[in-house]
């Protein structure tokens, strides 16, 4: 009996780099980081739905936020970001696997202007935000706070 091996892309997911708790707790998987632009995936389990069973829009507004920084931070990845300002509108109700997608505006020295768009699996756009972030640099003891 003749055995075939069946060759599946599996996507590569990237590392955000230090850990996001919150994020990690969220299950968002980082798919793209470069030149400016970002793509988050993420599947809303039961635990992040409203009341209507579609994604809460504290989870939409999170995926957001880490949308845009991680597009802000993909010019230069040693930097931390922090949001200093966001401001969000919803489309439609966002159900499903959805796809996070960033990208950075403007860059001055010390801060960042972003977009992000929140797409549902038939790609209809459910959630616009633009976001405004500033670069902070990584102190040697940020990641070892995490372990103390």
Do not use: W
Not at 8 to 35: C, D, N, W, Y
Not at 85 to 91: L, R
Request: proline letters at 5%; one cysteine or more.
């Amino acid at each position: 009996m003749a055995r075939f091996l069946v060759h599946r892309k599996i996507p590569t997911v990237l590392s955000f780099g230090p850990e996001i708790p919150f994020v990690h707790e969220l299950g968002f998987a980082l798919q793209k980081m470069e030149g400016g632009e970002s793509e988050l995936h993420y599947t809303p389990r039961p635990e992040h739905l409203n009341s209507f069973g579609v994604t809460h829009g504290g989870a939409s507004m999170t995926l957001l936020d880490v949308t845009m920084a991680v597009a802000a931070r993909s010019v230069d990845f040693q930097s931390g970001v922090v949001t200093i300002e966001m401001k969000t509108s919803f489309m439609q109700a966002a159900k499903g696997p959805l796809v996070g997608k960033g990208a950075l505006l403007h860059r001055t020295g010390t801060m960042a202007f972003t977009e992000g768009r929140i797409y549902d699996a038939e790609g209809r756009l459910c959630a616009h935000a633009t976001g405004t972030f500033k670069y902070m640099k990584r102190k040697p003891t940020d990641t070892a706070l995490a372990t103390d």
